[in-house]
């Protein structure tokens, strides 16, 4: 796999086997390290966005819940029930002689 990249190698700086794994096993040791010190960093970058992803969404659920609690109330209103049952079901007052009043122990 290495064959053509050791024979260029070899060609331009001589460079014997041995030195040469020593080198290729230096550069792979140096990558892997640099790679541990960025990714925490990388990974933290992605959390911040997901979290900025996150604060957004619960504001903007947090208003709409505001607003579904407004028309719950103004749904739950007595005087907009009381219009309906007069206008829409045809509901009227009971005359005094009508309300039983019962009490309970």
Do not use: C
């Amino acid at each position: 796999m290495f064959e053509k990249s050791r024979k260029l190698i070899r060609g331009r700086f001589h460079i014997a086997q041995k030195d040469f794994q020593m080198i290729f096993l230096a550069s792979v040791l140096m990558m892997l390290a640099a790679l541990a010190l960025v990714w925490p960093n990388v990974r933290k970058v992605k959390l911040s966005y997901d979290y900025q992803a996150l604060i957004a969404e619960r504001e903007k659920l947090s208003n709409e819940n505001h607003l579904l609690r407004l028309e719950k109330e103004s749904l739950q209103s007595l005087y907009r029930i009381q219009q309906l049952a007069k206008n829409e079901v045809g509901m009227i007052e009971p005359i005094k002689e009508q309300v039983t009043t019962i009490f309970l122990k």
